[in-house]
């Protein structure tokens, strides 16, 4: 028996596309993306030729009455299946595709995040390096500071100690120069003293000549005088008896005015040297003189 064809406007319910679903061999739970397939196998129109029929027993065949060719499956079963296949095929290299380019995507993420994160520690360990040098210049350039704080020092001890030497030396030079002319001075003053002392000694020796001279007059007018008394009295004294008296008598005036002088050279006057040298030879040559 010829079964009805199909009508154009035919929509399966979910239990039949199921059903041909897993007819195809598409897993329902796994392969909800084939489900397509089986909606629209089951709604197609047999090819030309071919009609639905009912064997006598009540199962469904196909016939082909143009070629005669019989077949309990649908006729286009086979090419949904293969269309299953390819798409199964399609959906695997879709999935391997974007395996891969997840993969890839993965990778190069990945890659990214290395050559930041290598960026990062690279950046890192040059600022640390930086870091590192920069102390390394701040201490080498305390360190020459420090050197040539010690140099400027030892520089100036060193100039310090060559100006007070120069100092010491200038002022030892001033103090043996002052030394020299206070020197020079006194030796001055010594010599002007020793000139005053012998114009005073020279004076002194004009004043006793000129003493002596008086007390030679003096004593010649006494022995004269004496002499005249002497005669008139009878005794006469003896001329160089009188002659040696009054010499020794001069003699010894002129040793005291020298000692006078010398004793009194350096605080008395000339007048009182010579006075007192007079005073006392004319007085010893009297006293002799008068025996």
């Not at 993306?33 to 629209?40: K, N, Y």
């Not at 995040?113 to 390394?136: C, V």
């Amino acid at each position: 028996t010829v079964l009805a064809e199909i009508p154009g406007d035919y929509e399966p319910s979910e239990e039949e596309v199921t059903d041909y679903a897993k007819w195809l061999g598409i897993d329902t739970a796994q392969e909800q993306s084939l489900m397509w397939i089986a909606r629209e196998g089951i709604k197609a129109p047999l090819p030309q030729g071919w009609k639905a029929c009912k064997s006598s027993s009540g199962d469904i065949y196909y016939f082909n009455f143009e070629t005669s060719e019989s077949m309990w499956e649908h006729p286009l079963d086979n090419k949904y299946r293969q269309l299953c296949r390819r798409e199964r095929e399609k959906m695997a290299e879709e999935k391997v595709q974007c395996s891969v380019t997840e993969m890839r995507e993965t990778e190069q993420r990945k890659i990214r995040e290395l050559e930041i994160a290598s960026s990062e520690r690279i950046r890192k360990k040059k600022q640390e390096l930086e870091e590192l040098e920069r102390r390394e210049m701040v201490k080498v350039e305390q360190e020459a500071q420090v050197q040539l704080q010690k140099k400027k020092r030892i520089q100036s001890g060193k100039s310090r100690e060559t100006k007070e030497v120069a100092q010491t030396a200038d002022g030892s030079g001033v103090s043996e120069a002052s030394n020299g002319i206070a020197e020079q001075d006194r030796a001055a003053e010594q010599h002007r003293v020793y000139e005053s002392h012998l114009s005073t000694m020279e004076r002194s020796v004009e004043l006793a000549e000129e003493t002596l001279s008086r007390v030679w007059a003096v004593m010649d007018q006494r022995r004269s005088n004496r002499q005249t008394v002497a005669t008139q009295a009878g005794s006469p004294m003896p001329e160089e008896e009188i002659h040696i008296k009054v010499q020794t008598a001069a003699q010894m005036g002129l040793r005291v005015s020298a000692q006078s002088l010398e004793a009194t050279r350096s605080r008395s006057s000339l007048a009182l040297c010579a006075a007192l040298g007079c005073i006392v030879g004319y007085w010893i040559a009297s006293r002799r003189a008068r025996g």
